[in-house]
């Protein structure tokens, strides 16, 4: 299956629901304002440098990351734009480490982002060329980084990932 890639627009649209409190696109995530402002400010360069590419927005749930381990995010190559990240953790000692990877858990690490209760700030991770992606996406949340202990559903984080054509 190929990715489901719309106009910029569309995908921009969606991520400012998604950003807005209690907006439906990823369980009501809500952002800091400055997050939502970089979002903002990531499609005014694809769009001031020409290159608005026709993107995918995926959303995801913490529930999603720790079952079986973890989600695919895509099932295909592709470029990483953009990763936004909402830990769930509000109390307790537990690591979340969730983790992108190359086609399953046990693929090249991508990116890596560490919650628990001191740092459980909401994260936007920008890649403004895009990361390559030679297979597919996935995203897990373990106690360790690429790790195969799950963590909990409350230990792990909401968000989406923004992907563009490889």
Do not use: W
């Not at 409190?21 to 769009?47: H, R």
């Not at 895509?74 to 983790?99: H, Q």
């Not at 990877?101 to 001191?118: K, L, M, Y």
Request: charged share 15%; hydrophobic share 50%.
């Amino acid at each position: 299956m190929a990715l489901s890639l719309e106009n910029a627009n569309l995908v921009r649209m969606k991520v400012k629901q998604a950003l807005a409190s209690g907006g439906s696109a990823t369980n009501g995530v809500g952002a800091d304002p400055a997050i939502a402002e970089a979002a903002k400010d990531l499609f005014v360069y694809l769009s001031s440098q020409r290159l608005n590419p026709d993107l995918m927005f995926v959303p995801f749930s913490a529930a999603q990351l720790i079952a079986n381990g973890g989600a695919a995010m895509t099932d295909a190559a592709c470029k990483l734009v953009a990763i936004y990240l909402k830990g769930r953790r509000t109390s307790g000692t537990t690591e979340s480490f969730v983790t992108f990877s190359e086609v399953n858990q046990a693929g090249a690490i991508v990116d890596v982002s560490r919650f628990n209760a001191t740092t459980n700030s909401p994260v936007l991770k920008i890649f403004p060329k895009g990361q390559a992606i030679a297979t597919a996406l996935h995203a897990s949340a373990a106690t360790a980084a690429g790790g195969a202990t799950e963590s909990s559903e409350a230990d792990a984080a909401d968000g989406f990932v923004i992907v563009a054509a490889a």
